[in-house]
């Protein structure tokens, strides 16, 4: 079975360029989660989906930060315009509603804004 | 709210030893999950077990299992037989209704 799918896996960008990134997860996952990975920070969680509805986005650093599931199979994060402070590892994870004991994630999108 | 504390930063072991790594967690949910992640040099996060708040025994997934002592509020992973294969970064998470909450994690090197 496929995994949590991420693209792109590596991105470098210039300051100000719009960055897009993309997440399908498990066919039948209701939940959705966007974190991100910096070694000041660990791993923070961004925005969490359920029904492809936004449950908590208070992890959402700014406004140049969105995100937006418009289907069950697939996601964006959009940051607009980034930053050198952005740069770190993107991951989506994604869970069947009722089973808390299973999060799966995707191998992650390495971003660096230079 | 929920915190998850990891109070090693760094833990050496030898190959065939067995190593505990810490975790306590704190949480206002009645009812949690918590979990380990291993997540190696290449990144990506590896699922290793899964312990539910209302479980009467502790999980063990193969040489993983998690000591987990309510009272405490600890969730301390343990690898039996480590292998130089382990080496690498593991977090501890505990999720409440939704979302799961990430400690700082604990580097773990495994020497022959």
């Known amino acids: 079975d496929a995994g949590v799918i991420q693209s792109p896996r590596h991105e470098v960008t210039e300051m100000g360029q719009e960055v897009t990134l993309r997440c399908k997860p498990i066919?039948?996952?209701?939940?959705l989660f966007w974190y991100r990975q910096t070694m000041m920070r660990g791993l923070e969680l961004l925005i969490y989906?359920?029904?492809?509805?936004?449950?908590?986005d208070s992890g959402m650093p700014e406004d140049r930060f969105s995100a937006k599931m418009p289907n069950a199979s697939f996601s964006t994060l959009k940051i607009q315009p980034s930053e050198p402070r952005d740069s770190a590892v993107y991951f989506c994870?994604?869970?069947?509603?009722?089973?808390?004991?299973?999060?799966?994630f995707g191998e992650g999108s390495w971003l660096t804004v230079v | 709210a929920q915190k998850i504390t990891q109070t090693q930063p760094g833990m050496f072991v030898q190959e065939k030893e067995a190593v505990t790594l810490d975790c306590t967690y704190d949480?206002?949910?009645?009812?949690?999950?918590l979990f380990w992640y291993k997540q190696p040099s290449s990144g990506e996060m590896i699922f290793l077990i899964y312990?539910?708040?209302?479980?009467?025994q502790n999980a063990t997934e193969g040489r993983y299992s998690l000591n987990f002592q309510k009272a405490r509020k600890s969730a301390n992973l343990v690898i039996s037989a480590s292998q130089l294969g382990d080496s690498a970064m593991y977090f501890c998470?505990?999720?409440?209704?939704?979302?799961?909450?990430f400690g700082k994690g604990t580097m773990l090197l495994v020497s022959p």
């Open positions: 998470a505990s999720s409440g209704y939704s979302t799961l909450t």
């Open positions: 949480t206002s949910d009645p009812s949690y999950g």
């Open positions: 989906f359920n029904n492809n509805v936004p449950i908590d």
């Open positions: 994870a994604s869970r069947p509603t009722g089973e808390e004991n299973t999060i799966y």
């Open positions: 066919s039948g996952h209701n939940s």
């Open positions: 312990q539910g708040s209302y479980d009467q």
